[in-house]
């Protein structure tokens, strides 16, 4: 059975940095494509970032491009979400996903992915 956790949520001040890190247990990460996702209050979870298993295909979404940055250590299996010069509206419950078939490349719609973490709470706020 595939468990997804993520970890290194928290709060941050506007501009500051967190580093989100997503670990899975029952698949082998570096055969999957992942996604982050969050979902912020009263709003619908929304695709983030993902990355290729192989990490040659990566798509981030455009309101944090440039400020996030999704990579991965395959040797490690381990995913992760830098996030950087961080806004107030970045506040949200931040999740990663795992679909269960190999995938070329990825995508950030949620149908894609089978397998969720219980997300991880980011809060940016002086």
């Known amino acids: 059975q595939v468990q997804v956790v993520e970890s290194g949520g928290g709060l941050a001040q506007p501009g500051g940095s967190l580093r989100l890190s997503c670990a899975a247990s029952?698949?082998?990460?570096?055969?999957?494509?992942v996604g982050w996702f969050r979902q912020a209050p009263g709003k619908e979870r929304e695709g983030v970032a993902c990355?290729?298993?192989?990490?040659?295909?990566?798509d981030v979404k455009d309101s944090v491009k440039g400020r996030f940055t999704v990579s991965r250590d395959n040797a490690k299996n381990m995913v992760y979400l830098q996030m950087d010069d961080l806004k107030p509206d970045d506040t949200a419950v931040y999740y990663c996903?795992?679909?269960?078939?190999?995938?070329?490349?990825?995508?950030?719609?949620?149908?894609?992915?089978?397998?969720w973490g219980q997300g991880t709470q980011v809060t940016v706020s002086s």
């Open positions: 990355i290729s298993a192989s990490g040659g295909m990566i």
């Open positions: 029952g698949v082998t990460l570096g055969h999957r494509a």
């Open positions: 996903a795992i679909p269960n078939i190999r995938l070329a490349g990825c995508r950030r719609t949620e149908d894609l992915y089978d397998d």
